[in-house]
């Protein structure tokens, strides 16, 4: 099969396109014949620090297929379902970027017959961070369904980013009053278009004013991809019991949190990161994720706020480098390409 592959780490140059035996599924696995690979920053952060296993990495944790063998133990009337995968590189060797990857069957996702590849490929980490980030506030449910959070109200700084349009649609599904901060009107146009009702562009306007005039009691929560930057206008805004959830390092950078004023509302600031998230929270953020798919409540495109940027196989390389250099919306792979 073509895979992308890469022997140490470094930059997007390590990245070579090489023909490797396909891989069959183990005990519980299942193998799929991959249309889309998604990239997302830990895709290039991880190829840039971390030592590949001696067999070489194949990078990109999110894709979307058909399911082409099954393992033991797995039922064989998996075969030829479309199905989304996540996690696919996490902790083993065969990421997305090939015709064929093998993960185990838990980490396929029924896409059925209506979704496009392209979506699915799309899902993973940037859903699956938004929910996290959506559902721990102790004043909130902690599964995302219609209505689930009628009458809340949530903040999601960077509304045109991956997951802060994922954060948008999801909420939007979950009937929440979505506002979302921006930093230019291209982007607010985004944020719209995925569902926000409200968009702030915080370079024109002051972000604590704006919020506390359409949510005078805060917010329940906060989606927040720059919390270093964001954390004095967080503390502001949050609600009785709110959450602010930062899901980003900007580079490493430091936090500073004002202690007492966090205090009085009970506030909770945490930390996500997907891969090492409680078992049962991924499992509820699979599950409530495919049920708004399902649902036809989440969409890509630029329509929806997610212009796709669609790269062959071939091109992995210049995928990765567009994620590490901010690209606007959605890079995927066309693994056929």
Known sequence: MRAITYTQPGGPDVLQLVDRPTPDPGPG???????????????????????????????????AGTIDAVGEGVDPVLVGERVWVWEAAWQRPHGTAAEYTVVPARQTVLLGADPSFELGAALGI????????LTVAESLPDRLA???????????????????????????????????TVSSPAKAQLAAKAGADH????????????????APKGVDSVVEVSAAQ???????????????????????????????????????????????EPARAKDIAVEDVNAAVLDGAVRVGADAGLPLHV???????????????????????????
Not at 35 to 46: E, I
Not at 247 to 258: F, L
């Open 230 to 276: 964001n954390a004095a206008t967080d503390a502001q805004v949050i609600a009785l019991h709110g959450a602010v959830a930062m899901y980003a390092d900007d580079g490493g950078a430091e936090v500073t949190i004002p202690v007492r004023a966090q205090m009085v509302p009970n506030a909770r600031w945490q930390f996500v990161l997907v891969y090492t």
């Open 199 to 214: 968009v702030i562009d915080y370079k024109r306007q002051d972000v604590v004013t704006e919020v506390r005039k359409i």
């Open 146 to 180: 219609p209505g689930s959070l009628n009458g809340r109200t949530v903040l999601v700084q960077g509304g045109a980013g991956a997951v802060g349009n994922a954060a948008i649609q999801l909420a939007r599904w979950a009937e929440a009053t979505v506002i979302a």
């Open 29 to 63: 696995e299942v193998r799929v014949h991959l249309a889309f690979s998604g990239v997302n920053p830990t895709d290039w952060k991880t190829r840039s620090t971390a030592q590949p296993g001696p067999g070489g990495q194949v990078p990109n944790q999110d894709g």
């Open 311 to 337: 790269h062959p196989l071939s091109e992995t390389a210049a995928a990765h480098q567009a994620v590490q250099d901010g690209a606007v919306g959605k890079v995927l792979i066309d693994v056929t390409g």
């Open 126 to 133: 940037p859903f699956l961070t938004a929910h996290r980030c």
